[in-house]
């Protein structure tokens, strides 16, 4: 089993990631697979056929010539018969100089039925020393025999023994599957388009960012963009009318409540007034909760954020708050930490982030990573943590806990960790809480994908890390 995994394993780890990868691999594939069997069973059985058949076509006369050689009494005598009959067979034949020695066989790796060409005629006339297919250009070739008067050669012209060209019919072959298989990428480019976008859409959804999207493309994908647009514009209404809701009762039930600060003021002073007055700020931290949940779904467009720009200006804002916090920025790219995204929804994230920090701790530690894959900002604390296993649960809106340290509970509804992580998946990143090595509490992690500092291809990281500590 864990054998057959590893297999499976190691094969996709050659197949593209991409549909368009995908389908041309699949599309690519067949035409080779095919252009090498019929290569193969075309060399194999036609060129053998046909070179096989030319060559037997031939030996009767290469019988003759040799039977007039070693019938004749004198090497004169040899010439008189041999040469009209070898010119009259389009052969040349001569008798090798004192002193020449027989080359050894000679022909191309790839040349298929000039291996032919040799086998078969060796094994058919036993006096047959050497062929030479390179000699003259490989147009004519040599053939060394034996004879009682010494060695002699006959050349032969090459398509008299095999096809002429025989790459033709392969280059053909290759060229014609070369071009059905651009026009099958086309047509291929275009059907897979409008699937592309269907993905690019939803992918932009789920962002809060808009997508034009065409119905287009084969049938299914039509219904498919069908049902993603009828469903998102569902969506929309429901987090329109969600977002209207919120901000609407939290907005109306503001007037009420300023009034009855406004009557309490008037009230003498005594225990009441104070747990009144608590009470108020309470429920007017809860409306502003709320109207700030309400605007996470609005579209704020995106820009280039400088990261690095951005953790000082958070940083010096606090610090005028008078929160004791430290900032770190590490980069282990050489281009400038910048990235896409929307600069209000992520400053309001890490300032909800500092604050809970500051509530439940007395030091806490604000850092900027940033590397090829992500931007992370993390909030760090030397407070009392959340439990492991109710970190996720903290994300999750209107949630409280009645425990130790409860990020979501301070005079609100529960919505502060829910606020940042929607906001985070809304740049195509997440909210992550784990236990802090440094400070011992709990450690915050915005995590966002850095989009604009990913090499194109392989690329070394720079090792020096800046760090600035203020």
Do not use: W
């Not at 099958?184 to 999207?213: C, H, T």
């Not at 959340?386 to 903290?394: F, N």
Request: aromatic content about 8%.
């Amino acid at each position: 089993m864990n054998n057959t995994f590893s297999v499976k394993k190691f094969i996709k780890s050659f197949l593209p990631l991409g549909i368009y990868g995908r389908v041309y691999l699949i599309l690519f594939f067949p035409v080779v697979l095919v252009l090498l069997v019929g290569s193969f069973v075309f060399i194999q059985r036609h060129f053998d056929y046909v070179t096989r058949q030319m060559i037997a076509n031939i030996n009767p006369h290469f019988s003759l010539i040799i039977t007039e050689i070693n019938q004749a009494e004198t090497k004169g005598e040899t010439l008189v018969k041999v040469l009209p009959l070898s010119k009259s067979l389009s052969l040349n034949f001569e008798f090798l100089d004192r002193g020449e020695s027989v080359p050894p066989d000679r022909k191309l790796v790839y040349d298929f039925s000039g291996r032919i060409i040799i086998t078969s005629l060796k094994d058919k006339f036993p006096d047959i020393q050497a062929i030479d297919l390179l000699a003259n250009d490989g147009k004519i070739l040599e053939i060394y025999i034996s004879t009682n008067f010494g060695n002699a050669r006959i050349m032969v012209p090459r398509r008299a023994l095999s096809p002429s060209n025989p790459h033709q019919f392969l280059i053909l072959i290759a060229l014609t599957a070369i071009l059905t298989t651009l026009i099958a990428v086309l047509f291929l480019k275009n059907q897979l388009r409008p699937i592309k976008q269907l993905s690019d859409a939803a992918e932009a959804f789920g962002k809060g960012q808009y997508f034009p999207l065409r119905v287009s493309g084969a049938t299914e994908v039509k219904s498919a963009i069908r049902a993603f647009l009828t469903m998102q514009d569902s969506l929309e209404k429901q987090i329109s009318q969600r977002s209207h809701m919120l901000a609407s009762i939290s907005h109306d039930l503001r007037t009420p409540l300023t009034r009855l600060r406004l009557g309490v003021e008037f009230l003498e002073d005594g225990k009441y007034k104070d747990l009144i007055i608590d009470d108020i700020e309470v429920m007017d931290n809860m409306l502003t909760e709320l109207l700030e949940f309400s605007r996470t779904g609005k579209s704020e467009p995106f820009e280039s954020v400088d990261a690095f720009e951005l953790a000082k200006s958070i940083h010096a804002d606090a610090s005028r708050l008078g929160v004791k916090i430290e900032l770190e920025l590490n980069s282990e790219i050489n281009e400038p930490p910048s990235f896409r995204g929307k600069p209000s929804g992520i400053r309001r994230s890490i300032e909800n982030l500092i604050q809970n920090a500051e509530k439940f701790s007395t030091a806490c530690l604000f850092s900027v990573h940033v590397n090829h894959e992500s931007i992370q900002f993390s909030i760090e604390d030397n407070g009392p943590g959340i439990d492991h296993s109710k970190q996720e649960m903290a994300k999750t809106a209107f949630v409280k806990f009645d425990e130790a340290r409860n990020l979501n509970y301070f005079k609100g509804v529960g919505l502060g960790l829910a606020i940042v992580s929607n906001i985070a998946r809304d740049h195509g990143g997440e909210l992550i809480l784990e236990e802090s090595e440094k400070m011992g509490g709990l450690k915050a992690i915005l995590s966002i994908p850095n989009l604009d500092g990913r090499p194109g291809g392989i690329r070394t990281p720079n090792l020096s890390v800046m760090s600035a500590q203020l």
